[in-house]
């Protein structure tokens, strides 16, 4: 009966959504308890699924009844599982955050559910136009979040990832258009079956198909030279949205990208196209360069941290690339542990500016004193990110990074070994930025007596720009302030959160032996 | 011998006691003796568990205890075999004897974020142990990363400008070498054989993998690991690190972090690619990877030495020292035969010991008397005795001299080089030829010092001519003149270098150079100018009007001075460098490279990051210069103010006898780590045996080399 | 949408229904001979080309319009079989009918594409309220103004909403 589960936790975050607004009619403030009643119920269905799959194998509902081939199925299995744990997590800990330092609309909770919903089902669908569905839903949520902001600055942002999301789904629905006209069929299991058997993976249409694919997923990923949406997006929007989405809206677009390439191209059509295969690579290669060094040149954190996502989804997209089984177990390692990571980091920055008004790196300085745990954190996340054992970043570092050292010694291509050095070297790229927020934050060397005049003076400066942004959107996305907490001190709760992502990151660095007992039989069969 | 492997937690409890030792002194931060207290006690816990293993680990035992599987295959495993006994030990018995120094030194300077200080210290040292006791690559792998960064709060101490950016240059340099390089070694070694666990004697399918791809993953690693143990190219954080309290550059950068990047390089030759292989493994003209390690070496040890002959501050040059000596052991493991292997690792005890003991002996120095240049030591010696008369001796035994620490090891690889030389390769007699060439070089850099300190006096002594001044040397004194009237005299001429006010005055007339202290001292500089009038003493030359020092009532009588003055909370280090000469010569129109690195093109960052210090000397700045100088004020504002050493206006106290052996000089929390670090060193010479290291030197390298070259 | 083509001699006749696609290998020939194909790459391209090149934001909407509109085009005629029935199975009814699966997917489409119209919309009217234009060039020089966006040197992202489109494969 668990596989009643999945449609479950779809529907019912997409059908709860309603209720924030409705009831909203006649209670104030209705919006927190359904959505954190909601995600509860989601945590522990994707506990009681995530048990399922890992000690009795993979499942799929069939919805309505219909079977597969025509109609919609809905797959758990150990990827989808994984996701769709992380998924539920930190959408719970985004509620935390939200609560303690805004929004706390009921609209904001309606939208909420909804891009929860559409994540949900992002990482359980099993059927091609399905996965478009969910995508836009997650997108539009976003885009509705991105403008909670009620600013100018924030709708601008939000049209410009609207008009990019959109553009993208739409390359992806080409190719899923062209992949269905060469074979007939939407599911991706019965995909990747008729691939071979009506067109073979040097059929144009099938080669076409998956190229649209490929961009259309990248503009959602906001891989290097298409990510332009991505730091408006982040800085504009309010701190607990940037922390929602950069946690996982692009994670669930690369999930995404893994679960088309390998369950329905699979990793024989890379092997068929190795132009394509290439093309892939670079567009990684650079992203990791282009995006470390962007986020170099940043001085607002959030943009910094939203060009580190560049940065760290090359990376994904390079262990997509290279098609070797460690470098896919990497890759998808990666890409939970680059959720959890960004979730702690963005939380951690977004306490920091609720509490001191840190937005830029410089209005850190020597915050540590103050907020020794926030910032500790953060260190020990920012430290994760570069890849520093024990961690899940540096699990994931190890493993792309003996993937593609491993296809390289193998092949030999020029592409294959630079790529390998991109990705060795990569912990240098990201130390450049980490290393910045770290240095401010611990040896600024300022007294804090001075320090505080001093944000206090940046504040205001800065606070033009977000002010009359930040002011709005607490005024009707809240029905409240935004800043409830006092000045100078940071919110408890969210704190306790953020703490224990960072130790669940760290934790998570000696469970490499269990990623990869526990993915196994995706990967095996996968590569069979 | 048989090893004999036990399943036991002492080497993570090693690990362990210091990472628990760290969460208490942060959480009694309050409280700063119990804090220290901590400190002491994992100190000395951490020196019983390894001790306790070492009697067993000499009969052949290896404890080995697996934490977790951190990758499938590669456990997190940390086992004390000989070689990571002989790290371990050295670095846990050494860290008892600085976290003493470690309460002397900042207590002594009353420095700011102590409790973080202690606190990275004893991660630090957790880290250490873990590299000592990695069990394979992966785990040392995840130690040298969490070393890099447990140092860095150490390095970036100060908060000042310079200090950050030392620190960031450390972490690019340690992180270039272990997070890419490293990895990108260590991930090439598992490719090729599926194993990173370190095997006594070479992991055996390297034997047979690809020559070149074996290649490059040796090289990858031993550079990788040779960043941390200031192999050439890579050595400029070294130098730079040397901004770090004196404890640190002592046990981290001459003990801790440079030799886990020795001890790095000598597990992969011993443990991953095996003596043999690295041998073996041929290049064009007669090189192998071992000798291209061993050249590497010779190159870098002979032109550290070449630049430390021309560093006027003490710690620069020992830091430079520090860069030639471990590369002793990277060109000693290079050389493929028992000698060369026992001296090379014979040296690691033996550097640390010589260079803690010269770490500290500079670090007190600076305590004491605020003196960090060479060129303001002379006729220190009668001030510090314990102190000179330690550093003579370690510094002796960095030349080689028998009868300390130095020359067992040296002996050793001079025997290797040769017979290597004789039976394998000539190449090995350049090596031998640089080994002699680095003895040389070695008196040749720190014979001045004790020159200077021994047989100079502050009035009268001759100028370095490898430094900073015309070959053939110049006469000229350090010392202050106490009034103006001797202006004209020898005296007056080397002005300048006295009180430290007057270092700074002086600064007004060299604008190029050392404007930026000056800006900073907003309040007692102001009126500089002003009061070069009254407050001076016989100034620089080009002032040569000076009017009427004579109104100066500096202090010119021996208490004034004597005492070292503890309330400062200035590192004088982060200034530029002070010449002894501000004036006339030619040289300080061009200023000589020689201070560079903490000399003109840091001194405005140095400016800024003290302002906030500095400021508070304002107050007794202006007091001072309003003529209300009390002798008290006069003195508290020389050492406050100043960022320069040298001797006191009329010269060093001179300390005798009695005084001395009382340890007027100092604190005992600096003198006791100091003369227990050269005890340590003289017994190394004497009774290598007795120490226990040379047998446990001589056990691993048994172990790990085939019949044919074994043991002679 | 409704601007279905007729007369095109459909061929990727697949019979869904039945559950066993045919005309395999064949797409190649389909593309060739069909206008509304080329209708479809036709509007494709118009559409991107207006959301890029452009300025005024209600118009990218409308390529983006556009644009979504040549893709339910693509999958409409890909149901289309010569001479097939429209897939309401009667009883005893006889086929062929033409494939109902895009349709369905089409209808979809719609509801996605008119909620993001509408969304986008909203985005716009509120862009205007604050700065009273809808010119992208204009509005950026506010927002540099405002200091939203970051007017410094070196700092792209002010890459205007040009995606860049299929440039990697």
């Known amino acids: ?528 | 011998m048989t090893e004999a492997i036990v399943q036991d937690p002492r080497p993570l409890l090693a690990v362990l006691v210091s990472l628990v030792a760290a969460v208490l002194v942060v959480a009694s931060y309050r409280s700063p003796n119990v804090r220290e207290g901590w400190t002491i006690l994992a100190a000395v816990a951490k020196f019983a568990i390894v001790a306790s293993m070492l009697p067993r680990v000499l009969e052949g035992t290896v404890f080995e205890w697996t934490v977790v599987e951190i990758l499938p295959d590669i456990a997190f495993v940390l086992r004390a075999d000989a070689l990571g006994m002989l790290f371990a030990f050295l670095a846990s018995g050494l860290w008892i004897v600085t976290s003493f120094y470690s309460i002397g030194y900042m207590r002594g300077l009353d420095e700011a974020n102590q409790t973080r200080y202690f606190a990275a210290f004893a991660v630090s040292l957790s880290a250490t142990m873990g590299i000592a006791f990695a069990g394979n690559l992966v785990t040392i792998f995840v130690f040298y990363e969490l070393l890099s960064i447990a140092t860095y709060p150490l390095v970036a101490h100060d908060e000042t400008p310079e200090a950050r950016s030392a620190g960031r240059k450390y972490l690019a340099y340690t992180m270039f070498g272990g997070g890419v390089l490293v990895l990108a070694g260590t991930v090439m070694v598992y490719w090729l054989t599926g194993t990173v666990a370190f095997t006594a004697g070479g992991i055996e399918e390297l034997a047979s993998a690809d020559p070149g791809l074996a290649m490059l993953a040796f090289f990858l690693l031993a550079v990788g690991f040779g960043v941390k143990a200031g192999i050439m190219p890579l050595h400029q954080w070294l130098p730079e690190a040397m901004v770090a309290p004196t404890p640190v550059s002592g046990l981290l950068h001459a003990v801790a972090v440079v030799k886990s990047g020795a001890f790095g390089v000598s597990r992969v030759v011993l443990d991953v690619f095996g003596p043999e292989l690295v041998f073996d493994l041929s290049l064009p003209f007669g090189f192998s990877a071992g000798l291209v390690l061993s050249t590497i070496g010779a190159i870098t040890l002979t032109a550290a030495s070449l630049i430390a002959l021309r560093k006027d501050h003490l710690k620069q040059r020992l830091a430079y020292s520090t860069v030639s000596q471990l590369s002793y052991i990277v060109l000693g493991l290079g050389l493929f035969g028992w000698y060369g292997l026992v001296g090379a690792l014979l040296h690691i005890p033996a550097h640390a010991f010589m260079k803690l003991t010269l770490f500290f002996c500079a670090g007190n120095l600076h305590v004491s008397t605020h003196t960090d240049y060479i060129s303001e030591m002379a006729g220190i010696g009668k001030r510090m005795p314990l102190t000179m008369g330690a550093f003579t001796v370690a510094s002796l035994g960095m030349a080689g001299i028998p009868l300390l620490a130095g020359f067992v090891s040296k002996y050793y690889m001079l025997i290797g080089g040769i017979r290597m030389g004789a039976e394998l390769t000539p190449v090995a007699y350049y090596l031998v030829g640089a080994l002699l060439l680095s003895g040389v070089l070695n008196v040749a850099y720190f014979w001045p010092v004790i020159y200077t300190a021994f047989f100079e006096a502050e009035d009268d002594h001759d100028a370095k001519p490898l430094v900073d001044f015309p070959m053939g040397g110049e006469r000229r004194s350090t010392l202050a003149a106490t009034d103006g009237g001797r202006a004209g005299d020898d005296a007056a001429t080397d002005g300048g270098r006295t009180g430290d006010d007057e270092v700074d005055e002086s600064d007004d007339d060299e604008p190029d150079v050392e404007d930026v202290v000056e800006s900073a001292e907003v309040g007692s500089d102001a009126d500089a100018d002003g009061a070069d009038a009254e407050d001076t003493d016989p100034e620089i030359p080009e002032d040569s009007d000076i009017p009427d020092a004579e109104t100066d009532d500096l202090p010119t009588d021996e208490e004034g001075v004597v005492r070292p003055d503890f309330d400062t909370s200035d590192r004088d280090f982060s200034e530029p460098a002070e010449r002894v000469d501000t004036g006339d010569y030619a040289v300080d129109a061009s200023p000589s490279d020689a201070d560079v690195p903490f000399g003109v093109g840091r001194g405005g960052a140095g400016s800024t990051g003290s302002s906030d210090v500095e400021s508070d000397d304002d107050g007794e700045g202006d007091i001072d210069d309003d003529g209300t100088v009390s002798d008290h004020d006069a003195r508290h504002a020389d050492h406050d103010d100043a960022h320069h050493g040298g001797p006191p206006p009329g010269g060093w106290e001179h300390l005798r006898g009695l005084a001395a052996l009382r340890g007027r000089e100092s604190t005992w929390f600096t003198l006791a780590p100091i003369l227990t670090a050269m005890s340590l060193a003289v017994l190394l010479g004497v009774i290598p045996y007795e120490m226990g290291f040379l047998e446990l030197i001589e056990l691993i390298v048994d172990t790990r080399l085939p019949e044919e070259v074994a043991r002679p | 949408m409704t601007a279905l083509p007729a007369g095109s001699a459909a061929h990727a006749a697949f019979d869904v229904l039945a559950g066993s696609p045919v005309a395999a290998g064949t797409a190649l020939d389909v593309l060739g001979t069909r206008h509304a194909y080329v209708t479809f790459a036709l509007l494709l391209c118009i559409g991107l080309y207006m959301m890029i090149a452009n300025p005024n934001l209600v118009k990218k909407v409308i390529g983006l319009n556009l644009f979504q509109t040549a893709i339910f085009l693509l999958f409409i005629a890909s149901a289309y079989v010569e001479g097939g029935a429209i897939p309401i199975v009667y009883s005893g009814g006889e086929g062929p009918y033409v494939s109902p699966l895009p349709h369905v997917i089409v209808l979809t489409a719609i509801v996605v594409g008119v909620s993001l119209t509408a969304v986008a919309l909203a985005l716009c009217i509120r862009i205007y309220d604050e700065y009273g234009t809808l010119r992208v060039d204009t509005l950026r020089e506010l927002l540099r103004e405002e200091g939203s966006l970051p007017a410094g040197p070196g700092l792209p992202g002010g890459e205007s909403s040009g995606e860049g489109g299929d440039g990697d494969d």
């Open chain 1, 1 to 528: 009966m668990t596989d009643v589960l999945l449609p479950l936790s779809i529907a019912v975050p997409i059908v709860a959504a309603t209720l924030p607004l409705a009831l909203g009619l006649r209670y104030e403030d209705v919006g927190w308890p359904v959505a954190a009643v909601t995600t509860l119920g989601l945590v522990g269905s994707a506990a009681a699924v995530a048990l399922e799959v890992y000690t009795a194998g993979p499942f799929d509902h069939e919805l309505g009844g219909y079977a597969p081939p025509i109609g919609i199925e809905l797959v758990a299995d150990e990827l989808s599982a994984a996701v769709f744990l992380l998924v539920t997590l930190v959408s719970a800990a985004t509620l935390v955050l939200s609560r303690a330092i805004g929004p706390r609309g009921n609209a904001f909770h309606s939208a909420y559910l909804l891009l929860t919903g559409g994540l949900v089902g992002v990482s359980l669908t099993g059927d091609l136009f399905n996965l478009f569905v969910f995508l836009e839903i997650v997108g539009l949520t976003t885009y509705a979040l991105i403008a909670a902001d009620r600013s100018g600055a924030s709708a601008y942002a939000s049209l410009k990832y609207l008009v990019v999301g959109t553009v993208g789904a739409s390359l992806y629905l080409v190719g899923v258009g062209y992949v269905f006209l060469a074979t007939g069929t939407l599911n991706m299991a019965d995909v990747s079956v008729q691939i071979v058997e009506q067109a073979g993976y040097t059929d144009p249409l099938i080669r076409a198909g998956y190229a649209f694919i490929v961009v259309g997923f990248a503009l959602k990923i906001a891989l290097f030279p298409v990510h332009s949406w991505q730091p408006d997006a982040y800085q504009r929007a309010p701190d607990s949205v940037t922390t929602l989405v950069a946690a996982l809206v692009s994670t669930a677009s690369a999930y995404a990208l893994i679960r088309v390439t390998y369950s329905v191209f699979t990793v024989d059509f890379l092997a068929a196209n190795d132009a394509i295969t290439t093309g892939v690579l670079l567009v990684a290669g650079v992203s990791i360069l282009a995006g470390s060094g962007l986020a170099v040149m940043q001085s607002d954190l959030k943009r910094m941290f939203a060009y580190s996502s560049v940065a760290q989804f090359g990376m994904v997209a390079a262990a997509v690339g290279i098609a070797d089984e460690t470098a896919l177990l990497g890759g998808v390692v990666h890409l939970v542990g680059h959720g959890l990571m960004k979730f702690g980091l963005f939380c951690g920055l977004a306490l920091l500016a609720a509490g001191y008004g840190a937005r830029r790196v410089e209005d850190l300085a020597s915050l540590a004193r103050d907020a020794p745990f926030a910032s500790g954190a953060l260190a020990v996340l920012g430290l994760s990110l570069v890849g520093i054992p024990p961690s899940v970043g540096f699990l994931g570092k190890w493993y792309v990074s003996l993937g593609a050292v491993r296809s390289a010694g193998a092949t030999g291509g020029v592409v294959g070994i630079a790529l390998a050095a991109v990705i060795l070297a990569s912990t240098l790229f990201t130390l450049a930025y980490v290393a910045r927020v770290i240095e401010q934050l611990y040896f600024a060397g300022v007294d804090r007596g001075d320090a505080e005049r001093g944000v206090a003076d940046h504040g205001d400066a800065g606070g033009h720009a977000d002010g009359p942004a930040r002011d709005a959107g607490d005024a009707v996305a809240d029905g409240g302030s935004g800043d409830a907490t006092a000045p100078g001190t940071v919110p408890t709760a969210p704190l306790v959160v953020l703490v224990a992502a960072a130790l669940v990151v760290v934790g998570l660095g000696f469970a490499g032996a269990g990623f990869e007992s526990l993915l196994d039989p995706y990967l095996s069969e996968v590569f069979a």
